[in-house]
């Protein structure tokens, strides 16, 4: 081969191999400069029961937009390091949503509530204390407390599907006549119209419906039926961790964010 043609040859290759460096350069450089790809965040799947009303959910257009529930929901799944995806379901689909994972957690929820016993791994920390009401309307004239061994035939407004273990011999025995409403806010708004004679109501409900009412029209508490200890119950199947789950429950309690968020409520 002619020298001239080694020489071309060899100055052809050191042009080729400079190339392709360059080009290897400058797509690394260009990897380095390229925004990062959007992060995902997990998602905490809370169920929510229809019964619920202020100062616990406010709903607008079958979607949960404020209220205690939303505010710990929302938090929780922060904790978790995650966002929350809430589903509103009536009272009798909740427990089937947690059983076979269309959920991962709901809450303000009692162990005594269920007919059978559910593991304790699946029960968060204590959250809050609610209070049952035993009420009467506007124009009673029932005195506080109310003997429920001697009433006759007073109807009560109660959600449908609850439970209320403190006037189930009432109940049984016909003294009391149980009207069923679809949420606690339907039951104290028959109350207050006139519909039933008494009711139940969780404290904090009745005092915010109380507060919206002229002093003459406003419910009246006789006596507390009930008090259960809350807690969240996570799904049999959740889609996320229980561990993490838990975890962020306990920082909801433990660190003082539930407090600051009922306090906005009282």
């Not at 009536?90 to 959920?103: E, S, T, W, Y």
Request: charged letters at 20%; one cysteine or more; glycine letters at 8%.
């Amino acid at each position: 081969m002619h020298a001239l043609d080694c020489d071309l040859m060899r100055g052809g290759w050191r042009k080729t191999t400079a190339g392709l460096v360059a080009g290897l350069l400058l797509g690394a450089q260009a990897a380095q400069a390229a925004p990062p790809g959007p992060v995902s965040v997990p998602v905490l799947r809370f169920a929510l029961g229809q019964a619920w009303a202020m100062p616990f959910a406010h709903v607008v257009a079958g979607r949960l937009q404020g209220g205690i529930l939303f505010e710990m929901m929302n938090q929780i799944a922060a904790n978790a390091g995650a966002e929350a995806r809430i589903t509103i379901l009536p009272p009798k689909r909740v427990d089937a949503a947690l059983d076979n994972g269309q959920v991962d957690l709901h809450c303000l929820l009692a162990p005594a509530w269920f007919d059978k016993p559910v593991v304790a791994e699946r029960w968060s920390v204590p959250l809050l204390v609610l209070d049952d009401l035993l009420l009467a309307g506007p124009g009673s004239k029932e005195a506080a407390p109310i003997d429920l061994d001697s009433v006759k035939g007073l109807s009560v407004g109660l959600v449908i599907s609850y439970r209320y273990p403190a006037l189930d011999a009432a109940l049984r025995s016909g003294r009391l006549l149980r009207d069923d409403g679809p949420s606690q806010q339907r039951v104290l708004e028959k109350l207050a119209l006139g519909r039933t004679d008494l009711a139940v109501a969780n404290s904090l409900m009745v005092d915010w419906f109380n507060k919206s009412q002229p002093t003459t029209q406003r419910l009246k508490p006789l006596q507390t039926v009930h008090s259960v200890t809350t807690h969240c119950l996570l799904s049999a199947k959740p889609a996320m961790a229980p561990a993490r789950i838990h975890a962020g429950v306990r920082q909801l309690v433990q660190s003082g964010q539930l407090k600051t968020i009922l306090a906005r409520y009282r």
